[in-house]
């Protein structure tokens, strides 16, 4: 069936970088954008960026640019985001998205991977 | 950017009562591009809802969604008890945000 499975947690220190990766299965990886969104403890969801694993664009939101990095290795259908110079209030689950059938990185997820909580703390 | 504003920010209610959540958009939404999720603890969120109506596959239809340009709803018909949950809406008309949440608790 149509997944996507990530990485386990992860515990930082201040000013590391984390490198989560989502793999997917039961489809075309290159035919879906894929989205990273997050949520902090008892909050609600933030957009971080999308990109497309068919060439690689991706764009960032503006909270997270020169600190996300999102890319992919389309021979294993996994996508990774890199977010770097960690700081304790980036602790929160992070959530690759699918986008279902669509020509435009913007549109409903139609499938989310399980989340993987990253901790941030000295 | 679009800010989505969702109300109330919790909703008591019982089973089988109706439920009516609210979604509204600081500018008008091209095409109605609104979607609605499900999330409960410990789970990624699930899409209920695309462009504003539409429901997702598998979707039972006591959900529905309505609304156009900037006020948006999102009703559960008759609440069962997995329903009670927590739903946001997700804009993707202009770049991407989410609400801020409303919470189904049982009364």
């Known amino acids: 069936q149509v997944q996507l499975v990530q990485s386990g947690a992860e515990v930082k220190k201040p000013g590391a970088s984390v490198k989560v990766s989502c793999k997917a299965s039961?489809?075309?990886?290159?035919?879906?954008?894929l989205h990273w969104v997050r949520q902090a403890p008892g909050q609600g969801l933030e957009w971080m960026g999308w990109?497309?694993?068919?060439?690689?664009?991706?764009d960032t939101a503006q909270k997270f640019q020169g600190r996300v990095t999102m890319t992919s290795d389309t021979s294993i259908s996994t996508a990774y985001m890199e977010l770097s110079r960690l700081r304790s209030d980036d602790t929160a689950v992070y959530f690759c998205?699918?986008?279902?059938?669509?020509?435009?990185?913007?549109?409903?997820?139609?499938?989310w991977g399980q989340g993987t909580m990253v901790t941030v703390s000295s | 950017e679009i800010v989505l504003t969702q109300s109330p920010g919790t909703l008591s209610l019982s089973p089988g009562e109706r439920a009516t959540l609210s979604c509204r958009a600081s500018?008008?939404?091209?095409?109605?591009?609104l979607a609605w999720y499900q999330q409960k603890p410990g789970q990624a969120p699930r899409l209920l809802i695309y462009?504003?109506?539409s429901r997702a596959t598998g979707i039972p239809d006591r959900f529905s969604g309505s609304g156009s340009g900037t006020d948006f709803t999102l009703t559960i018909r008759r609440l069962e008890p997995e329903d009670f949950a927590v739903y946001y809406c997700?804009?993707?008309?202009?770049?991407?945000?989410f609400g801020g949440g409303t919470k189904v608790e049982i009364k």
């Open positions: 998205a699918r986008v279902g059938y669509s020509l435009s990185p913007f549109n409903a997820f139609d499938v």
């Open positions: 039961g489809y075309s990886f290159t035919g879906h954008y």
């Open positions: 990109m497309n694993p068919n060439g690689g664009d991706t």
């Open positions: 500018q008008s939404l091209s095409s109605n591009y």
């Open positions: 462009a504003a109506s």
């Open positions: 997700q804009q993707y008309g202009r770049s991407l945000t």
